[in-house]
């Protein structure tokens, strides 16, 4: 069964606008971590942000920010002020069983000029 | 550099023959694992291994795949007979685990991966 869903294929974004990025999980487990990372078109995965199933607030870092709403099962990521080197993948991933990630099929990101 | 790093970048191979990949984590990670992406979709888990022991295996990993890490350090990815099926960008990521615990912050941080095309 599907544990992470990334329902948008691909988005555009103006320069310096925000862009939000949809991830839903599914885990019958409380005790879980949820990730994004972004994969330019250089193939290397790269940690955005983290947070824990028993967080209680909101984890950001920098231009990230991950708006998890645990009864919805939803984490998605805001990026604010979008640049042009943000354009790339973006994938949302759960940690179970204490390690493997169980990836979504991610989100295309563009940033236009 | 002390990120973890892959060799080679790029693989191509002829279709029956085996190929090898190698993975050198974060040297203080304990934790190893290597993953599999096909074009347009996100990585699928194959294998980890806590230092050299390899405690976990997916049914994706078939008969015609190993893998180890002697001496917990390095690790290799072994295909033989390889079949059109394989290719795909093989990533090896590295974490440092808690030895215990029921869940841990598990931050696993990839190497750049292998891309394999088997003609």
């Known amino acids: 069964a599907q544990k992470i869903t990334q329902t948008q294929p691909g988005m555009f974004v103006q320069e310096k606008e925000a862009v939000t990025l949809d991830c839903t999980y599914d885990t019958s487990d409380p005790s879980y971590g949820l990730f994004w990372y972004k994969q330019p078109s250089s193939g290397e995965m790269i940690f955005l942000i983290y947070q824990g199933s028993y967080d209680q607030q909101n984890a950001t870092e920098g231009r990230y920010s991950l708006n998890f709403q645990k009864a919805r099962k939803s984490a998605n990521l805001v990026i604010s002020a979008s640049q042009l080197g943000d354009s790339a993948m973006y994938f949302c991933a759960m940690n179970e069983d204490d390690y493997k990630l169980s990836f979504g099929a991610g989100t295309t990101v563009t940033v236009r000029a | 550099d002390t990120g973890v790093s892959q060799d080679p970048r790029h693989k191509i191979t002829k279709r029956g023959q085996n190929v090898t990949f190698r993975c050198d984590p974060i040297?203080?990670?304990?934790?190893l694992y290597w993953y599999r992406q096909t074009l347009g979709q996100g990585p699928e888990f194959l294998t980890y291994?806590?230092?050299?022991?390899?405690?976990?295996k997916s049914r994706l990993l078939s008969d015609r795949f190993s893998a180890e890490r002697p001496k917990g350090s390095f690790s290799t990815l072994e295909i033989q007979r390889t079949e059109q099926g394989d290719s795909a960008m093989y990533l090896c990521?590295?974490?440092?685990?808690?030895?215990?615990?029921?869940?841990?912050?598990?931050?696993?941080?990839f190497g750049p991966g292998t891309r394999l095309t088997v003609l």
């Open positions: 291994f806590q230092n050299e022991a390899q405690l976990e």
């Open positions: 990521a590295s974490s440092l685990g808690l030895l215990s615990g029921r869940f841990t912050y598990n931050e696993q941080f």
């Open positions: 040297s203080e990670h304990n934790r």
